[in-house]
């Protein structure tokens, strides 16, 4: 693969919408095979924002899993990926905090993985800038900053944008007409390029929002002199509260980015209140731990009051492409809620499904035109059979994710279940179980498979044996073992071995 300042000119012009991390991952992936490539975002120049900026109305933190690191190692940058990497704080599992029955409180690691593996809790401006500053370094990306797309035509290959704060106040600001081969529209759940698809696509859209609203809030670093953590910087905590739940993740500089997951009808409860005591009680209630020992009471509710209480959406939508002109990526295409840490990780995982598509169908660079268009019609054609599935499933994974962040993870049965799948991954490997989390963070099966292989492994040991028997089984084995003097994971391995292999049968 040619170096950023070694790229020839192959002819193609892509024109890429949104310059987050989706489109700026698509635009190094366009400018590696030589297309000249313009980068046009709605923000004014975005690699200046930082932790404490503003114009963020999205949580700064991001989930960093294998799917978007395989997509940036597949970009054939290894510096550019050891540079997100190194500005990334690893995070091995979560860290569960509830009460115990005398009112203390009480924290409980659950290791993500039985293997070792974790994910990565990543600033989103410093993601951004990385690829940004990658991007700089190529002779044929052009990045244009405040424009907005204003209209497309997607048969002759033609988009107009506005350029912001270009004309004097009260008139409107100046229109370019912008000729493309290609777009690329990564810009957002709110897509203009979305919009303008569904004029020449019969699109079906489907936009969900769900019954709870959420609200950012900051634990500071401590007060000594060096600031450090006030909890543990390597795990996401979670407190766990039925209906809602409160999450904090570490940032580099010792501080906590924190949301607040609450039904909408509770939110307006606490706003109508308007008192800092009755927000106080409510966290003392639901969240034990947070208020005063992380959070000064006065500081919660000046960011409850400050901060924005927003929606959460999910929208899925088919196809995500039409003929050879446009394809939609990330969350334009399938924004989802973001229980899972996926929506990033997806998001890229778009750009490589898309290129390793496009490079399938690529001709010779003394192709005519039209050979080239109807190569990369059949690509995105592909693009959309494939890759359609596979955002429904982590749409509806990501939904379910809800249930078990806020309430399952308390409850006895889900942690048997996982705690016997991962007994399986590690004595029993030649059967290639792994637990649905696994799959999704750790590895790069399609969600579509996932979805299919979890309902399978759930049929196997809920349908055969029964939640039941497998409880009492467990209960047995320990006890039988421990007179025994046997070792407890060897005998439930074998019984557990012979449980799989009938219901494989």
């Keep these: 693969m040619l170096m950023a300042d070694q790229v020839s000119n192959n002819g193609q012009k892509t024109v890429i919408v949104g310059a987050g991390p989706v489109g700026s991952l698509a635009a190094i992936y366009a400018a590696r095979r030589g297309d000249q490539v313009q980068v046009y975002e709605l923000r004014q120049e975005i690699r200046a924002e930082s932790i404490d900026s503003p114009n963020f109305t999205k949580s700064i933190n991001l989930a960093l899993s294998e ?15 050891a ?17 115990k029955p005398d009112g203390t409180t009480l924290e409980q690691a659950q290791p993500y993985d039985a293997h070792g593996r974790y994910i990565r809790a990543i600033d989103r401006a410093q993601l951004n800038k990385c690829l940004l500053d990658e991007l700089k370094r190529f002779p044929n990306v052009a990045l244009y900053f405040g424009h907005k797309l204003t209209g497309a035509n997607f048969d002759t290959n033609i988009a107009w944008f506005e350029k912001k704060g270009s004309s004097a106040e009260g008139s409107r600001d100046l229109e370019i007409e912008v000729e493309f081969d290609f777009l690329i529209g990564a810009d957002g759940a709110h897509s203009a390029t979305r919009y303008h698809l569904m004029k020449y696509v019969r699109m079906e859209y489907h936009q969900e929002y769900i019954d709870a609203l959420w609200c950012e809030f900051g634990i500071p670093p ?10 543990s910087e390597n795990h996401l905590h979670i407190w766990p509260a039925g209906d809602s739940m409160f999450i904090a993740i570490a940032n580099p500089n010792k501080s906590f980015t924190c949301t607040l997951f609450l039904p909408a009808s509770e939110f307006r409860s606490l706003e109508s209140k308007n008192n800092q005591q009755a927000l106080v009680s409510f966290f003392h209630q639901k969240f034990p731990g947070v208020v ?9 509710f000046a960011q409850f009051q400050r901060n924005q209480h927003l929606p959460l959406i999910n929208i899925k939508c088919a196809p995500h492409s039409y003929a050879s002109s446009c394809v939609i990526l990330g969350d334009a295409a399938h924004a989802m809620v973001p229980f899972y840490g996926q929506g990033m990780n997806a998001g890229m995982e778009d750009v490589r499904v898309l290129y390793e598509l496009l490079d399938q169908h690529s001709t010779t660079p003394q192709a005519s035109t039209s050979d080239r268009t109807f190569a990369r019609r059949l690509a995105l054609d592909a693009y959309s059979a494939k890759r359609i599935p596979d955002a429904f499933a982590i749409n509806d994974l990501a939904l379910q994710n809800y249930e078990e962040m806020r309430s399952s993870v308390k409850s006895p049965l889900y942690l048997a279940r996982k705690h016997l799948e991962e007994l399986i991954s590690v004595y029993l490997p030649s059967l290639r179980w792994r637990t649905q989390y696994a799959r999704v963070s750790f590895e790069n099966e399609r969600y579509s498979e996932v979805a299919i292989a979890v309902e399978k492994q759930g049929r196997i040991l809920f349908g055969l044996s029964g939640v039941v028997a497998i409880g009492v089984v467990s209960v047995l084995i320990g006890g039988f073992s421990r007179w025994r003097g ?10 557990l071995g012979h449980l799989v292999h009938r219901g494989q049968r």
Excluded: C, Y
Excluded at 68 to 80: D, F, M, P, Y
Excluded at 292 to 299: F, Q, R, Y
Excluded at 486 to 495: E, G
């Design 67 to 81: 799917r978007g690191i395989n997509s940036i190692r597949q970009s054939q940058n290894e510096a550019l990926l």
């Design 83 to 99: 540079t997100v990497l190194e500005g990334a704080i690893p995070m091995h599992g979560r860290m569960i905090h509830t009460r």
């Design 222 to 231: 401590t007060d000594t002199s060096d600031g450090g953590f006030r909890i």
């Design 292 to 300: 005063s020992d992380l959070i000064k009471p006065e500081d919660l």
């Design 486 to 495: 046997i070792n407890n994971n060897q005998l439930l391995t074998k019984w």
